[in-house]
């Protein structure tokens, strides 16, 4: 069964950074992507960031784009979301996700976002504040 666990989270200033982890267990060559959402109190969820297994590829959303970056550890099938230059509006509760590539396809693109994600983590809160 796949299950997918956050960690790293927590308080940091603005203008610092974290590093969250979202660790794959049971996952198979029925996925070949994970992508982060992050939702704060009173708005909508919002796509972060891609990661395809497969192919590598990466897409990232217009907030976020040049201060985080993802990536894919194969070997512990963990993926990494490494956030610098943090505002105040990044504090969230960041999930990761994912759904089999039969739903998906293989790369990630600005599309990935609006897939339905059948499983999902528990999630890790990040707070930017000073």
């Known amino acids: 069964q796949l299950q997918l666990v956050e960690s790293g989270g927590g308080l940091v200033q603005p203008g610092g950074s974290l590093r969250l982890s979202c660790a794959a267990t049971?996952?198979?060559?029925?996925?070949?992507?994970i992508v982060w959402f992050r939702q704060a109190p009173g708005k909508e969820r919002e796509g972060v960031s891609c990661?395809?297994?497969?192919?590598?590829?990466?897409y990232y959303g217009n907030s976020v784009k040049g201060r985080f970056t993802i990536s894919w550890d194969n070997a512990k099938n963990t993926v990494y979301l490494e956030m610098s230059s943090l505002k105040p509006e990044d504090t969230a509760v960041y999930y990761c996700a994912t759904t089999p590539t039969l739903r998906m396809g293989y790369g990630c693109y600005s599309g990935s976002f609006y897939y339905t994600y059948d499983f999902w983590g528990q999630g890790t809160q990040v707070t930017v504040s000073s």
């Open positions: 049971g996952f198979t060559s029925d996925y070949s992507a």
């Open positions: 990661i395809s297994t497969y192919d590598g590829s990466t």
